[in-house]
């Protein structure tokens, strides 16, 4: 009985030990490749949420995003790797924040977040983050034919007040320039190169570049608030801006907006309150946003305001506003306040012969006092 033992005892081992010898020994915990992340929106946008020129005009609207895209690409090649769309959203001491997870396997990344459901601005190459770009569309052909017929109006207003035919007159006007396009409005970005996602076997959590578990997004968008004064604003119907020397497109990785080239930027005008003692004189004003002034434009931006009047003509105004970028108010406010005055001429005087004009001339007859009888 006790050499059977010894046998049977030996046969255990023998099979433990042929067991052993065909397994792969495995860690105790498995990679997750779950990470957490959270991005706070910097909401501190001048002259759309703060630092307004005149608090009792209308400012821009601000919308909170609903959605964040967060991406993760390769570090070598930018090619996408992981993404993930984050809805949930909260409040605490830093801000608002988006927060959610994402799958990706250890190694390192450039990181890119950005939110949805901008109007004008849009992304391109969003599947490579060393070519995804933002930028506007351009105006349709409409919008520019209607400023060409304004600079034509205005051509031949100022061929009159020199006594020459229009065809000798040929000022410089914006709606020529090759590229005019709408304005931004506020893309949101936290960008980071170089991200390292460690091996872990439980949830991980995204850490931006100063070892913080969490990331800003900031608008690459600047918001510039524009006025100028106008005498006999009482004439005007509708008012636009065409603003060159801005930059057209930009990167999102790393910023630039040079290689994008330049643009003119195509806005809406607001017009002003009557002044209390004055009421033919007014500003117009308005907020526009812009990825940036290109740096070699300095001595070259000029602004047009193009007019559409209550009595049906159309005309332009061009001014250099050049050095008004580099002064305090636009550097540090992002103001731009023109002091010059533009002047609407008052309309023709009526025909003294509306019978001999043609049957197409539409006329207005005086007020008038009509007694007439009618029962009860």
Known sequence: ?????????????????????????????????????????????????????????????????????????????????????????????????????????????????????????????????????????????????????????????????????????????????????????????????????????????????????????????????IQIGVRGIQYISSSSSVLSGMAASTRIIDRDFESGGSTALYFDMTRGRYTKYDQSYACIYSTFGTFGRLPESDNEIRVSFEFITTYGTRFEKTFDISRKFLEEDAIVHQWIIIEDEIVIPAPPDPDPNPDLAGGLTPSVDPWGDVESEFDI
């Open 1 to 225: 009985m006790r050499v059977r033992g010894y046998i049977s005892a030996f046969a255990s081992l023998l099979v433990a030990l042929m067991l052993a010898a065909g397994c792969n020994f495995r860690p105790l915990k498995e990679t997750a490749n779950v990470s957490y992340v959270r991005v706070y929106v910097d909401e501190q946008i001048l002259n759309v949420t703060t630092g307004f020129y005149n608090k009792e005009f209308r400012h821009p609207t601000y919308s909170r995003p609903d959605i964040l895209r967060v991406a993760l690409f390769d570090a070598q090649s930018g090619a996408l790797v992981s993404e993930r769309y984050l809805r949930n959203q909260g409040d605490d001491e830093r801000g608002h924040y988006y927060d959610g997870y994402i799958i990706v396997e250890p190694g390192t990344y450039d990181f890119v977040a950005y939110n949805f459901g901008t109007e004008s601005t849009v992304l391109s190459e969003e599947y490579n983050c060393f070519k995804m770009c933002a930028y506007t569309n351009e105006i349709s052909s409409a919008v520019r034919t209607r400023l060409q017929e304004a600079a034509a109006a205005s051509a031949s207003m100022a061929a009159a007040a020199e006594g020459a035919g229009a065809e000798d007159v040929a000022p410089y006007s914006l709606s020529d320039e090759p590229s005019i396009r709408y304005d931004a409005d506020h893309l949101f970005v936290s960008s980071a190169e170089g991200l390292q996602v460690a091996v872990h076997g439980a949830v991980d959590t995204l850490r931006n570049s100063a070892g913080e578990p969490w990331f800003r997004a900031e608008s690459i968008v600047k918001s510039y608030y």
